[in-house]
Every structure is written in structure tokens, then in C-alpha cells.
Nanobody, 127 residues
Framework: QAQLVESGGGSVQAGGSLRLSCLASGYTYRPNCMGWFRQAPGKEREGVAAVYGSAGSTYYADSVKGRFTISRDNAKNTLDLQMNNLKPEDTAMYYC????????????????????WGQGTQVTVSS
């Protein structure tokens, strides 16, 4: 059974860094797109970053460009998110997501492109 497990969340002060990691297991295929989403209390789940397509194209939300870096290691079945210069507005539950077999994500920032989700890891940034 396909499963995504996130790790690496925690509490940091503004300006600090965290690295999130997502381990994918039970997959019989390599998802065409995988991404990180976040959801703060009372807000919609939003796409933060994604890797998609055979060439490994990347997507970043404007709010994280220049601060976050997404990377995928196909040999280890992991998807990482390096987060630098964190801000209080980055505080949220962060989720790893993967698309279903054969699906190409035309809009990788859209949650509806993804079928599989992890349980989430909390990131809290204090000012």
C-alpha cells in the first residue's frame, strides 16, 4: 500500500532553517509529480513547492521563492524541502503529496492533482 511519511518539522525562530523529508513506500511506480503543501488554521491548503515531469521541473509558490528548495531522490524514494529564512507566516502543518499512476500534473500547485497524502508535520516559526 502506497504511503508517505513526513519528518523534520519543529519550532524555530524567525530567520532559522528546517529541512522536511518525505519517505515514499509501497509504490509500484514513480509518481510524475510530488509536492509539499501547507495548511494553517482557518486557511485553505496551499501548494508550496513541487517536482513534476520527466525533466524534474520545479514549482514554488511566490511566498517561498528564494527561501525554500525542493529536491527529490529517486534512489532513496524521498522528497525533501529545505526551508531557510523562515518567517512566522510559514507556520503551518506541512504535507507531502504524490500523484496517481500516469498522472501528469499540469498545475502542480493544485491539491486536486494529487491522490496520496502524508499525515503532516508541524512547522512553527516564532518572531
Amino acid at each position: 500500500q502506497a504511503q508517505l511519511v513526513e519528518s523534520g518539522g519543529g519550532s524555530v525562530q524567525a530567520g532559522g532553517s528546517l529541512r522536511l523529508s518525505c519517505l515514499a513506500s509501497g509504490y509500484t511506480y514513480r509518481p510524475n509529480c510530488m509536492g509539499w503543501f501547507r495548511q494553517a488554521p482557518g486557511k485553505e491548503r496551499e501548494g508550496v513547492a513541487a517536482v513534476y515531469g520527466s525533466a524534474g521541473s520545479t514549482y514554488y509558490a511566490d511566498s517561498v521563492k528564494g527561501r525554500f528548495t525542493i529536491s527529490r531522490d529517486n534512489a532513496k524514494n524521498t522528497l525533501d524541502l529545505q526551508m531557510n529564512n523562515l518567517k512566522p507566516e510559514d507556520t503551518a502543518m506541512y504535507y507531502c503529496a504524490a500523484a496517481a499512476w500516469g498522472r501528469y500534473c499540469f498545475t502542480p500547485e493544485n491539491r486536486y492533482e494529487y491522490t496520496y497524502w502524508g499525515q503532516g508535520t508541524q512547522v512553527t516559526v516564532s518572531s
